[in-house]
């Protein structure tokens, strides 16, 4: 008879594997200390709650790594926000806001002061890429004279 795991919902499996993780040692070292001692129960539970800890202590390590790095993502995010921002004024109020720019969006904002809602339009256009020309800043008839 073959196991097919794909009809089996997949938090199902989940809890299966995590208690396999935590018996298959458990009884590994239940079974190590009954070839020492002939006592296997006890042994057995200490082991599994040990192995219960380990595991509950590396799960609040790793959710811990976990949300500093999604919080540096968001600092990061945020940082980048705030570099691409714009002093634009209120179309209502004419007072300068501060707004973060996102071409990927609609950009509306509410007016700090008049609390309008705003809307930001771009305008784009290309120029030519072009070298300056050599000038003389101490003037055209320089001779060497005073």
């Given at each position: 008879?073959?196991?097919?795991?794909?009809?089996?919902?997949?938090?199902?499996?989940?809890?299966?594997?995590?208690?396999?993780?935590?018996?298959?040692?458990s009884?590994?070292?239940?079974?190590?200390?009954?070839?020492?001692?002939?006592?296997?129960?006890?042994?057995?539970?200490?082991?599994?709650?040990?192995?219960?800890l380990?595991g509950?202590?590396?799960?609040?390590?790793?959710?811990?790594?976990?949300?500093?790095?999604?919080?540096?993502?968001?600092?990061?995010?945020?940082?980048?926000?705030?570099?691409?921002?714009?002093?634009?004024?209120?179309?209502?109020?004419?007072?300068?806001?501060?707004?973060?720019?996102?071409?990927?969006?609609?950009?509306?904002?509410?007016?700090?002061?008049?609390?309008?809602?705003?809307?930001?339009?771009?305008?784009?256009?290309?120029?030519?890429?072009?070298?300056?020309?050599?000038?003389?800043?101490?003037?055209?008839?320089?001779?060497?004279?005073?």
């Amino acid at each position: 008879m073959k196991l097919n795991l794909n009809k089996i919902p997949s938090n199902i499996v989940l809890i299966l594997l995590s208690l396999t993780a935590w018996i298959i040692p458990s009884l590994s070292l239940s079974f190590a200390v009954y070839l020492l001692t002939n006592h296997f129960i006890v042994p057995f539970l200490i082991n599994l709650g040990i192995v219960y800890l380990i595991g509950y202590i590396m799960d609040l390590f790793f959710k811990y790594k976990t949300q500093n790095k999604i919080l540096k993502f968001e600092i990061d995010t945020k940082t980048l926000e705030l570099q691409q921002s714009v002093e634009v004024s209120c179309a209502y109020c004419k007072v300068i806001n501060v707004i973060p720019v996102k071409l990927n969006i609609r950009n509306t904002f509410e007016c700090n002061s008049c609390k309008q809602i705003n809307l930001m339009i771009f305008q784009f256009a290309t120029a030519q890429v072009t070298t300056p020309l050599e000038t003389n800043l101490l003037g055209a008839n320089n001779n060497g004279n005073s």
